[in-house]
């Protein structure tokens, strides 16, 4: 399995940016679906998106469709989260998974590593 560390989350005020960071220790993240979950207090873990392993397919959840973008850097075994435009309803735990298969999933529970997840919150 991959061990994959997030990090860039913080406290933001409404209409700002984060971008998120998620790097991977193991060998096989340039065959891996990534993809970025969240789980906001007192709800379900939810899709945010994902991207196959040569960036050619990319999914987003329609709650964040056209404010967060999903790339990826195989050399540097690391996925980002680019937020922008960011609402207080994003404040959430967001946890970067890996999927160890090059077919596409957004759910959840085809991926097999999480990491710990970082903190966004944004306040109105």
């Known amino acids: 399995q991959e061990q994959l560390v997030e990090s860039g989350g913080g406290l933001v005020q409404a209409g700002g940016s984060l971008r998120l960071s998620c790097t991977a220790s193991?060998?096989?993240?340039?065959?891996?679906?990534m993809g970025w979950f969240r789980q906001a207090p007192g709800k379900e873990r939810e899709f945010v998106a994902a991207?196959?392993?040569?960036?050619?397919?990319?999914s987003y959840a329609d709650s964040v469709k056209g404010r967060v973008t999903i790339s990826r850097d195989n050399a540097k075994n690391t996925v980002y989260l680019q937020m922008n435009s960011l609402r207080p309803e994003d404040t959430a735990v967001y946890y970067c998974?890996?999927?160890?298969?090059?077919?596409?999933?957004?759910?959840?529970?085809?991926?097999?590593?999480w990491g710990q997840g970082t903190q966004v919150t944004v306040s109105s």
């Open positions: 998974a890996a999927r160890p298969s090059p077919i596409i999933s957004t759910k959840e529970a085809d991926f097999s590593s």
């Open positions: 193991g060998r096989t993240f340039s065959r891996n679906v």
């Open positions: 991207i196959s392993w040569s960036g050619g397919w990319i």
